[in-house]
C-alpha cells in the first residue's frame, strides 16, 4: 500500500467509524457489534502507526487515549457557567412558575431535562472540529481537558451535515455509566477480595457513587485510563452568536442532526400541570435509567424570554433545578452479623428483611463500626430507613422509632470474636475493633494466606482463595509458611486436585522464590503495611535482620512512617511466633535482603536528608521522584517541618507547603536540580 492508498483507506475508516458512533450513541441503532468496531478501529490506528504524518487530531483513533497531561490549563469561559436555584417540593416550584408569568406576559414554553448526576463540560466548536473541553471550575474559569474529553465516543470530534456555526459552545454533563461503575467496582472488590482484605478494608476502597469516580477519572493525567472508564455523556445546551434557532429545543433537535447526544428523555410542556406529571412519572422511572439521576432541570425555551428574565448574581432566573428525594425504604433489621477481615478487623453488618429499593432488592446494608451503631441508637429488630440517594451501597440513615417494640433490646456491640472466642481489642486511634488473634483466627489465617499468594504479593500462580480454603480444611496448611512444605502426593488425594493441577501449584511455589525482597515483605501481611510502605522499608533497611532488630522509633526515622505503623512494625517483630515463620521462610528460599541489582541501583548519596515532592513535573512523576530520593538513601515526607532539608517543587505548588517552606527557610529546588545530586 503506497501513501496515496493509505490516505483514501484512513479517510474511509474514519468516516465508517464515525457514522458508527452516531449510529450508536445518538440514534440509539448500532449496525455493527463492539468486536467488528474494535477491528476496524484497530486496523485506522496501525495505518495511523505506518503513516504518522496523515495522523489527524480528530481522528477516531484519539479515543483510546495515550495523551499525559502533567498539569491541566486554567481557562476563562467565554460564557459564565452558573449554577441553578434549587426547589425540593410543589409549593416552590409553583411560586418559580407566577414570577416567571409576573414578568412574561404572552405563552411561553418549559423545557424538562433530566439532572444528570455527572461532571458538567463546555464544548468548544470551530468550524465543525472540536478545539477544547472545559471543566465547570469556580464558573468563571475552569480546567483544560480536552485530551481526556476526546476519548469519550459520544462526543463527536468533527461534526456531521451542515448548518452550524463557524463558532459555537455546547454544554453538557459527563457520567459514568451505572454498568460501568458496578463492573469496576466488582473488578476491584474481586482483586482485594483476593488479596484477603475484609469487607470494611473493600467498602472503605472502592468507588463510591458515579459522580465522584466520572470526576477521579476525568483528572487522570494519562489519557488511556480515562478511555478505560468508557465515560459517556449527553449535552443539553448550545450558545454562540449565531444560532439557528432562537429558542433551546429547537437548537438542542438541531444539534442532533451535527451529531450529538441529546438526552432521549427531554420534553416540552406550555403548562406547569404538565411539567408536575413528568416530574411525578421520571421520579419512578429514573432509576431504570444507565445513568444516576438525582432532579430534574426547568427551563423557559425562548431566548427572547430568558434574556428578560435575565439572571441574579449566581444563578439564571429562566431555569431552576428540582430536586429529588433520596431514595429510601423502610424495613425491619433481623439481626447484625460481625465479618472477621484478614487484618482481623471486625464489619458489623445489618441483615435486613428484603425491600426494593432505587432498581435493586436491598438485604444488608454495612454498619461500618460500634460508633456508627451507637450513633443509630440501634436496638433489636428496629424498622430502620435504609437510603442509597446518589451512593450505590445502601445505608441505614434513621430508625423509626414508632414502631419499636417496647422489649427491645439495645445492640450491644460484641466483645469477642465470633470466629475464635478472642477477646477484641480497639485502640483509641481506631474506628473499628478486631481480633488480635491472628496466628490462630480462621478467618485470618484463611485471609492472610490468600493475601500472601496474590498477585501483588507472592504471585503464585493457580493457588486462589479456594484452593487455599481446601488446602486449610484438609489440614496442609496451618500458616502461608507451610505452603513451601506442601507435597505433591498430599494435594492429589483432595477432591478437585488433578495431576497438572498439582503439577501448576508446585511449579508456581517454587518460582514465588524469585520475588523480591520489598513484596515478599508486603506479602507478610503485617498490619497497616501496604505495597508502597513496604516499598520504602525495604530500601531504608535493606535486609529482614535490620527491620528485627528496629524499635518503634528507628521505624518513624523512615519517611512517613508514623506511630501506628511504627508500633505495628515492632509488635510483629516481637512476636516469637512471626520470628519463626520468616525463619521457616528464609529457610524454603524466600527472598529477605534487597538483591545485588536493587543494591546497584541504590547510593547514600542522599543519606540523611529529608525531601518534599510538591506540585506538577514534566520529566518525571511524583512517584518516580520519590523513588529516587529512597533508592539513593534519602527520605520522603509529605509535610514541610523543621527537619525538611529540601523541596523538589514542580508547577502549582501547594500554596501552604510554599509559605511554610519561606517560614523555616526550607531550600526549593526543581526536579533537574535532583536529578544532579543523584547523578
Known sequence: MNREQAKAKIEKLSKELEEHNYRYYVQDEPSISDFQFDKLLEELIQLEKEYPELLSSQSPSQRVGGTITKEFKTVRHKYPMLSLGNTYNEEELRDFDERIRKTISDAFEYICELKYDGVSISLTYVKG??????????????????????????????????????????????????????????????????????????????????????????????SKAVAARRLDCYLYAMLGEQLPFTKHYENLMEAKKWGFRVSPH???????????????????????????????????????????????????????????KAAQAATELLAITYQVGRTGAITPVANLKPVFLAGTTVKRASLHNADIIEKLGLHENDTVLVEKGGEIIPKIVGIVLEKRKRSAATVQYIVECPECKTKLIRRPEEAAHYCPNYLGCPPQIVGNMVHFVSRRAMDIDSMGGETIEALYSAGLLKSFADIYDLKAEDML????????????????????????????????????????????????????????????????????????????????????????????????????????????????????????????????????????????????????SGKTSFIVAGDNMGPEKLKKAEKLGVKIITEDDLSKMIA
Open 129 to 222: 472540529e472540536l478545539v477544547q473541553a472545559v471543566t465547570r471550575g469556580d464558573g468563571e474559569k475552569g480546567d483544560d481537558i480536552t485530551a481526556n474529553v476526546k476519548t469519550i465516543r459520544s462526543i463527536p470530534l468533527r461534526l456531521r451535515g451542515k448548518g452550524f456555526p463557524d463558532e459555537f459552545e455546547m454544554r453538557g454533563e459527563i457520567f459514568m455509566p451505572k454498568q460501568v461503575f458496578l463492573n469496576i467496582n466488582e473488578a476491584i472488590r474481586k482483586q482485594l477480595a483476593e488479596d484477603g482484605f475484609s469487607e470494611e478494608e473493600i467498602f472503605e476502597k472502592i468507588l463510591k457513587n458515579p459522580r465522584n469516580a466520572t470526576s477521579g477519572t476525568l483528572k487522570q493525567q494519562d
Open 266 to 324: 427531554m420534553e416540552k410542556h406550555s403548562s406547569l400541570k404538565d411539567v408536575l406529571k413528568y416530574l411525578d412519572r421520571w421520579d419512578k422511572e429514573r432509576h431504570d435509567l444507565e445513568v444516576e439521576t438525582d432532579g430534574v432541570v426547568l427551563k423557559v425555551n425562548s431566548y427572547d424570554h430568558q434574556r428578560v428574565l435575565g439572571f441574579t448574581a449566581k444563578s439564571p432566573r429562566w431555569a431552576i433545578a428540582y430536586k429529588y
Open 493 to 640: 488425594k483432595l477432591e478437585r486436585m488433578g495431576e497438572k493441577t498439582v503439577e501448576n501449584l508446585i511449579k508456581g511455589i517454587e518460582a514465588s522464590k524469585q520475588i523480591p525482597f520489598e513484596r515478599v515483605l508486603y506479602a507478610l501481611g503485617i498490619r497497616h503495611i501496604g505495597e508502597t510502605t513496604a516499598r520504602k522499608l525495604a530500601f531504608s533497611f535493606r535486609n529482614i535482620d535490620t527491620m528485627m532488630s528496629s524499635t518503634a522509633e528507628g521505624f518513624l526515622e523512615v519517611g512517613d512512617i508514623g506511630e501506628v505503623i511504627a508500633n505495628s512494625l515492632a509488635e510483629y517483630f516481637a512476636d516469637a511466633r512471626n520470628s519463626e515463620i520468616i525463619r521457616r521462610l528464609r529457610k524454603s528460599g524466600l527472598k529477605f535482603e534487597l538483591s545485588e541489582e536493587a543494591l546497584a541501583n541504590t547510593s547514600e548519596k542522599l543519606k540523611g536528608l529529608t525531601f518534599v515532592v510538591s506540585g506538577t513535573f514534566t520529566k518525571f512523576s511524583r512517584d518516580d521522584l520519590k523513588k529516587a530520593i529512597e533508592t539513593n538513601g534519602g527520605k520522603v515526607s509529605g509535610s514541610v
